[in-house]
């Protein structure tokens, strides 16, 4: 059974380190995402962007399939399945649906804007026991074809709307989606430490996992980082992993390409991903 992400994250930022979110975009990457949890015992967060949920088929689609492999592959570790950065009405059709915890991403509106429709949605998810996730301060980089350059969000900003009641909060210091660029200056950890002493026992949310440094991941931990975010790292590993056996010619003789096997090597690399990154946020054996 899906669940809310707010106890699993309530005990990682006591206990000091990071439940992975990873971002689904397929059967193949949902199930190697949640047999590597059930295999290292670790709590994890399926994230589906918009994009993505309307890729895989809309929203229920996406909830009827993680629901039926939470059944079959016998999972039971916690899984929070996630609308990632979602917009105001993906929120609310994330909720009907049957999503179990929401991102709503009200960093493009004025701050006014985003206290009033956070606190609307505060009010919905905690009627529901869904968890919500916040956002302050753009996150740089692509998401969905919006390109934002790694904004740094203002700590009393975040506090006022960690004081809404949000479950966590996505504050942008300094990260972006997707690889970072050469002359990248790092993490703000000024500014995450300010955040994190104005909002006291609030999880934050670090989004960008990809291509950070394990040290610059390690302190973010340290400064209360309890949820990391990853999608274009699988992306790669699993695109990489594919176009070598496209390459290999392993055509299955002449019969053409089977998918089951053609993604093996995909779901594999997705695999190892996922494992390296939960030995990375130190959530292996927290289930
Ligand atoms: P990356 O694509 O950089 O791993 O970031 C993922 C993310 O933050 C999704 O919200």
Not at 5 to 17: E, T, V
Not at 35 to 54: D, Y
Not at 70 to 75: A, D, G, S, V
Request: hydrophobic residues 40%; glycine residues 12%; aromatic residues 6%.
């Amino acid at each position: 059974m899906l669940v809310s992400a707010k106890d699993m994250l309530n005990k990682a930022k006591a206990g000091h380190y990071a439940v992975g979110q990873f971002n689904i975009n397929n059967l193949e990457w949902t199930k190697a995402v949640l047999l590597t949890a059930q295999e290292l015992n670790s709590p994890v967060i399926l994230g589906v962007s918009e994009g993505a949920g309307k890729y895989m088929c809309g929203y229920k689609t996406v909830v009827n399939m993680v629901n039926g492999m939470l059944e079959e592959l016998k999972i039971t570790v916690p899984v929070a399945l996630h609308l990632d950065h979602g917009s105001y009405e993906g929120a609310y059709k994330c909720i009907e649906a049957g999503f179990s915890s929401i991102m709503f991403d009200g960093s493009h509106y004025p701050i006014d804007e985003n206290i009033a429709k956070t606190t609307e949605l505060v009010k919905v998810c905690s009627e529901k026991g869904l968890s919500l996730e916040a956002e302050v301060g753009s996150i740089g980089g692509e998401e969905d074809g919006v390109i934002g350059t790694g904004e740094v969000a203002d700590p009393k900003e975040c506090k006022a709307i960690a004081d809404l009641g949000v479950t966590m909060l996505a504050a942008g210091i300094g990260n972006i989606h997707g690889k970072y660029p050469a002359n990248w200056t790092g993490l703000s950890f000024e500014t995450l430490d300010a955040i994190g002493q104005l909002t006291g026992d609030m999880p934050l949310v670090l989004h960008g996992g990809t291509g950070i440094p394990e040290d610059m991941i390690k302190k973010a931990i340290s400064l209360g980082v309890a949820k990391i975010n990853v999608n274009t790292e699988c992306q790669l590993a699993f695109a990489e992993a594919t176009r070598g056996y496209i390459e290999a010619g392993k055509d299955q003789s002449g019969k053409g390409f089977d998918p089951r096997k053609l993604l093996a090597p995909g779901y594999e690399a997705i695999k190892a991903t996922v494992k390296e990154k939960m030995e990375l946020f130190g959530s292996v054996g927290q289930a």
